[in-house]
């Protein structure tokens, strides 16, 4: 569910909303995401003219002076509740909010443009700001601190932070099953810096023989 409470934004009295962005540039009220609604809906429906100006962009500039602050961040905050109220329905499906970094919406459109839709909203609540920005631009590379070095999200797999692998999703419960296993014995050599060597077996009987014989050799071949 959405947490972001609206109030003055949905407001049709452009005072009440000229009044509530002032008041959340001076920290009264905590929501950017709100001003930036209220932003675009004094664009969108020209309430500007109400306020005594002829376009969005004169009463930002007044509102710049007024604040004392940089007009580039008030037109961010425009973008920011433009781009939410294009996005509305998938927003409101992942219950993004406030907390989960509004100053991200202005680069949502650039994101969907080269990134696969489905990836973009998982990503635009649990990145920062900066890889996200990054991620937009399609040059993301994950924190290597932090994350694992194979991550399975559904059938995708992801490397390094990258999406590397798509497991074909008609595939039946016993062939995923064994694809991934693969996947995860492959990943766990290559994290350690070794060598990948693919044995053809005939049955499972076969291969608990083999591995208890390749134990032994690794055994020997280790204690030389």
């Known amino acids: 569910m959405n947490n972001i409470t609206l109030d003055y934004a949905n407001s049709d009295d452009p005072a009440e909303i000229d009044s509530g962005i002032r008041?959340?540039?001076?920290?009264?009220?905590?929501?950017?995401?709100?001003m930036g609604l209220g932003l675009a809906k004094i664009r969108s429906n020209r309430l500007f003219a109400n306020l005594g100006h002829k376009s969005i962009t004169s009463y930002i500039k007044c509102l710049?002076?007024?604040?004392?602050?940089?007009?580039?961040?008030?037109?961010?905050?425009?973008y920011m509740g433009e781009a939410y109220i294009k996005y509305r329905y998938e927003l409101e499906k992942i219950g993004f909010?406030?907390?989960?970094?509004?100053?991200?919406l202005p680069y949502l459109e650039r994101a969907l443009?080269?990134?696969?839709?489905?990836?973009?909203?998982?990503?635009?609540?649990?990145?920062?700001?900066?890889?996200?920005?990054?991620?937009?631009?399609?040059?993301?590379?994950?924190?290597?601190?932090?994350?694992?070095?194979v991550i399975f999200?559904?059938?995708?797999?992801?490397?390094?932070?990258?999406?590397?692998?798509?497991?074909?999703?008609?595939?039946?419960?016993?062939?995923?099953?064994?694809f991934i296993k693969v996947i995860e014995v492959a990943c766990e050599a290559l994290d350690k810096g070794g060598v990948i060597m693919p044995v053809f077996l005939r049955?499972?009987?076969?291969?608990?023989?083999?591995?208890?014989a390749a134990e032994q050799i690794k055994t020997r071949w280790h204690m030389k």
């Open 23 to 34: 008041d959340t540039i001076r920290g009264i009220r905590p929501s950017i995401l709100e």
């Open 64 to 78: 710049s002076n007024d604040s004392k602050i940089d007009h580039s961040n008030v037109f961010n905050w425009l």
């Open 97 to 104: 909010s406030d907390s989960d970094g509004p100053t991200k």
């Open 113 to 149: 443009a080269v990134r696969k839709k489905q990836d973009v909203f998982e990503n635009i609540k649990t990145m920062s700001v900066r890889e996200f920005i990054n991620f937009a631009k399609g040059d993301f590379i994950a924190r290597q601190s932090d994350m694992p070095y």
């Open 153 to 178: 999200s559904g059938n995708v797999v992801y490397i390094q932070g990258k999406r590397a692998i798509i497991l074909n999703k008609n595939l039946n419960r016993r062939n995923t099953a064994f």
């Open 203 to 212: 049955n499972m009987r076969d291969a608990r023989r083999f591995g208890h």
